[in-house]
């Protein structure tokens, strides 16, 4: 039997004439994201800027899209994205096709389990460092802490580099290349030609300027030592392709700033929504410290620890699943495709989001509690594997999500050991989307030395 081609469109709204709902997208994201999926079911459509668009939110057709990537589907990034190609250049995040696999096989063996082991003493290292800044009684902006913290050590793991005293500048540049990445998804910005010069345009170019920058410098003396490190950064300077050439300078810089930049905010904003919602849940806040009490008995974290700081693994995992930092993201398909039984249009833009998943009450009991709880209980009773996506999936799934879980439950074990951190309930808590979801106004918090 022939089968029938699927004729089916999926219904949704089409906004105003050109800007489409770019208006609403812009105001509000996730509200207009989760009133889709609510109004128009899991194949939702409609239009940004005359870009045909769908957001796809049933896990099992969420996962194969996913998996397809690269098949099928595109990754998408650079589609229609001048910021994104301005900021990430060529690299891990935003190449394509067969230099994208090479890179990524290149890369990959760096952030296996083995490798990243080596790291752990390191974070524990530079988190008692933060804990020996803090005072007893102070009150803290702790977003600003963790931004700092895990800048220093993605510069230590990429390139062994200490920059303990110095991340100011870099940190004002990463700031302006986050807000143009969130200005173009959700402001007027959107719709101006990529030729028209704004004002977060401008500090935006200005902050890759500013980091390429100081990436060159390190590449430069990197170039004239004679003894080797083994950091990732030798690794890629090393690498030679079949021609037996090295990677050009301007590829190499594109792999590292991608790198640097995708490997350091996504693990403290994801710190800083756990500080949020563990002092806002006391009794989640004392198992945690019981257990670190118990496993650590007073000692500095380890990276065998790791496994056995159960609880605390829930809690981050449990926070990536409220607040996942990369909200959202998209596919372009190749071809004419069917998902959930609808037709797609080739270069339709398949919005995935994994806000829209994680909060919906199918797939997770009581989405809006904070219950690391659901993570511990048996395999069979766990949450829809395919419905949790903090890291994405398929192919294209996030290279440092081993690293990321590993220096997420160190940090919180290390500092949790020896303070009590409780974000204040008064001060003013907006989401920010820019590029990520992160506290606009950061967050602060008063720390309480606990006698260790
Ligand atoms: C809690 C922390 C993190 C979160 C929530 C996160 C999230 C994600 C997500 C959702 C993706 C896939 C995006 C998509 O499918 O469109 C991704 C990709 C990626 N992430 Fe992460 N990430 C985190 C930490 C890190 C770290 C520590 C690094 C590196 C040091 C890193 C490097 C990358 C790279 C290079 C990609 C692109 C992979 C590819 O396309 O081959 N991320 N991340």
């Given at each position: 039997m022939v089968s029938q081609p699927i004729e089916k469109k999926p219904v949704g709204t089409s906004g105003l004439?050109?800007?489409?709902?770019m208006v609403d997208f812009a105001r509000n994201p996730i509200q207009f994201i989760t009133g889709l999926q609510a109004d128009y079911g899991d194949v939702a459509a409609f239009s940004l800027l005359g870009n045909k668009s769908v957001l796809v939110s049933n896990p099992h057709d969420v996962e194969r899209v996913l998996l397809e990537t690269g098949k099928r589907y595109?990754?998408?990034?650079?589609?229609?994205?001048h910021t994104m190609e301005t900021i990430l250049g060529n690299g891990l995040v935003t190449s394509e096709g067969d230099f994208w696999k090479r890179q990524r096989k290149l890369i990959a063996p760096s952030f296996h389990h083995q490798s990243i082991k080596k790291y752990a003493e390191q974070i524990v290292t530079y988190s008692q460092d933060l804990a020996a800044t803090w005072q007893n009684g102070a009150v803290r902006d702790v977003h600003q802490d963790m931004m700092t913290l895990t800048q220093r050590i993605i510069m230590k793991v990429l390139f062994?580099?200490?920059v303990r005293d110095n991340t100011g500048e870099a940190s004002e540049a990463f700031d302006a290349m986050m807000k143009a990445m969130g200005a173009e998804q959700t402001s007027i910005e959107a719709i101006l030609p990529n030729f028209i010069p704004t004002r977060s345009r401008s500090r935006m170019q200005a902050g890759v300027t500013y980091i390429n920058g100081m990436l060159m410098e390190i590449i430069e003396k990197r170039r004239t030592e004679t003894s080797t490190r083994h950091d990732l950064l030798t690794m890629l300077m090393e690498t030679r392709d079949d021609e037996g050439q090295p990677m050009s300078t301007n590829q190499l810089l594109d792999e590292i700033r991608t790198l640097y930049l995708a490997g350091h905010e996504t693990t403290a904003t994801t710190l800083s929504w756990a500080w949020m919602l563990i002092s806002q849940n006391p009794d989640v806040y004392a198992k945690l410290e019981a257990e670190v009490d118990r496993v650590l008995e007073g000692r500095a974290p380890t990276a065998d620890d790791v496994g056995q700081l159960t609880y605390c693994n829930a809690v981050i995992k449990e926070s990536l699943r409220y607040y996942?930092?990369?909200?959202i993201t998209r596919r372009v398909p190749l071809e004419d495709v069917e998902i959930g039984g609808y037709h797609i249009d080739k270069g339709t833009f398949v919005f995935l989001s994994p806000w829209v998943l994680h909060h919906d009450p199918r797939w997770f009991d009581q989405p809006e509690r904070f219950m690391p709880e659901r993570w511990l209980k048996d395999k069979a009773e766990?949450?829809?594997?395919?419905?949790?996506i903090p890291f994405g999936?398929?192919?294209?799934?996030?290279?440092?999500n081993g690293f990321a879980m590993m220096e997420s439950v160190l940090i919180l074990a290390a500092l949790v050991q020896q303070f009590h951190v409780a974000v204040l309930?008064?001060?003013?808590l907006d989401i920010e989307l820019a590029g990520t979801l992160r506290p606009k106004f950061g967050l602060n918090a008063k720390l309480t030395g606990r006698g260790g």
């Open positions: 004439p050109f800007i489409g709902s595109d990754n998408g990034k650079q589609t229609g994205s062994d580099v200490d996942p930092v990369a909200w766990q949450p829809m594997r395919e419905a949790y999936g398929g192919p294209r799934v996030c290279i440092g309930p008064e001060q003013r």
